[in-house]
């Protein structure tokens, strides 16, 4: 297990130096001036000697392969430098947004295992009935619909016509009502495609000879699903599961935009507003570095879950 998760260390290497490289050009080629942008007065107007006093402060005056080099090198080091806007370090920013999206993307995942497991486990035991074609058309219906409009939606009828729930913001913290709409939104997406994979999981599996077996001896059938039939069916869906957690933990941004929810979504996006280079390049390594961190954990979690997975045999 240590060669096999050492081994995955290695390989993340190439793929971060990839991305940096891929962020760091296409913010750079991005049209927009930061030091004007940043620099620019209330009243619209721009001080020369100020632009290029702010250039030669950040390093900005410098060829673009030098700034990279000199930012991957800082990156290194743990230091992924400064906002340009609040001259605060990156790593900050992101912490505190990065609680933000963590919050949100836990409970979306719970939302999506409550929906979605249960749902594909029916369906698989109800093959081809009414139950099972009601929930294939409305995961069929999740996925198709689009985050932004289903976060409309839910906006318009809870906060708006039924005043039950804020439409946006992150209140104290801590306030449940502001992560419901937001969490729904996210889950719901995720809940589709899960429910689809578990239904097709469990079909697999109850139709194997040990499920066959099991039956025949008697087992009681609720043995048989639970034990182990949605043992072997877990392996796919947990899959698709870390993937999604993945993604959440990235932050959705056109929901988190949408509620106005301060997570790393709307970092980034108010970052590329401000042609804040610094925050935006801080941002897509850190979305890089958790995204393969899950799908790494994601793949050791086979071994716990089919003991018959050996990482490293032959």
């Known amino acids: 297990m240590f060669n096999y998760v050492l081994k995955r260390i290695l390989q993340l290497i190439p793929a971060l130096l990839i991305v940096s490289v891929a962020s760091f050009s296409i913010i750079y080629f991005a049209p927009g001036d930061p030091a004007e942008t940043i620099c620019t007065g209330?009243?619209?107007?721009?001080?020369?000697?100020?632009?290029?006093?702010?250039?030669?402060?950040?390093?900005?005056?410098?060829?673009?392969?030098?700034?990279?080099?000199?930012?991957?090198?800082?990156?290194?080091?743990g230091d992924l430098g400064y906002s340009f806007r609040s001259e605060k370090p990156v790593f900050e920013h992101i912490i505190t947004a990065f609680k933000a999206t963590l919050k949100l993307s836990i409970v979306s995942l719970v939302v999506s295992l409550i929906i979605a497991v249960p749902l594909g486990i029916l369906s698989a035991i109800r093959q081809n009935s009414l139950i099972d074609v009601s929930c294939m058309v409305g995961a069929s219906?999740?996925?198709?619909?689009?985050?932004?409009?289903?976060?409309?939606?839910?906006?318009?009828?809870?906060?708006?016509?039924?005043?039950?729930?804020?439409?946006?913001?992150?209140?104290?913290?801590?306030?449940?009502?502001?992560?419901?709409?937001?969490?729904?939104?996210?889950?719901?997406?995720?809940?589709?495609?899960?429910?689809?994979?578990?239904?097709?999981?469990?079909?697999?599996?109850?139709?194997?000879?040990?499920?066959?077996?099991?039956?025949?001896?008697?087992?009681?059938?609720?043995?048989?699903?639970?034990?182990?039939?949605?043992?072997?069916?877990?392996?796919?869906?947990?899959?698709m599961v870390g993937l999604n957690f993945g993604y959440l933990l990235n932050g959705s941004v056109v929901v988190e935009t949408i509620f106005g929810w301060p997570g790393l979504g709307s970092l980034i996006v108010d970052s590329i507003n401000m042609r804040d280079y610094m925050m935006v390049q801080g941002c897509m390594i850190f979305v890089a570095v958790l995204f393969v961190a899950v799908n790494m954990i994601v793949d050791i979690s086979y071994k716990y879950i089919d003991p018959r997975i050996h990482y490293g045999a032959a």
């Open 141 to 239: 219906l999740g996925v198709s619909m689009p985050n932004f409009w289903l976060g409309l939606l839910l906006m318009l009828l809870f906060g708006v016509y039924l005043h039950w729930l804020p439409v946006a913001g992150y209140g104290a913290g801590g306030d449940i009502e502001h992560i419901i709409l937001p969490a729904i939104t996210l889950g719901t997406g995720s809940a589709a495609v899960t429910a689809r994979l578990m239904r097709s999981s469990m079909l697999e599996a109850l139709g194997q000879d040990y499920i066959q077996t099991a039956r025949a001896k008697g087992v009681p059938e609720q043995v048989v699903i639970g034990k182990h039939a949605l043992k072997n069916a877990l392996i796919p869906v947990v899959t």
């Open 42 to 77: 209330p009243d619209g107007n721009t001080n020369p000697e100020s632009v290029e006093k702010f250039r030669i402060e950040m390093g900005l005056d410098k060829p673009l392969h030098t700034q990279y080099l000199i930012w991957l090198n800082n990156v290194v080091h």
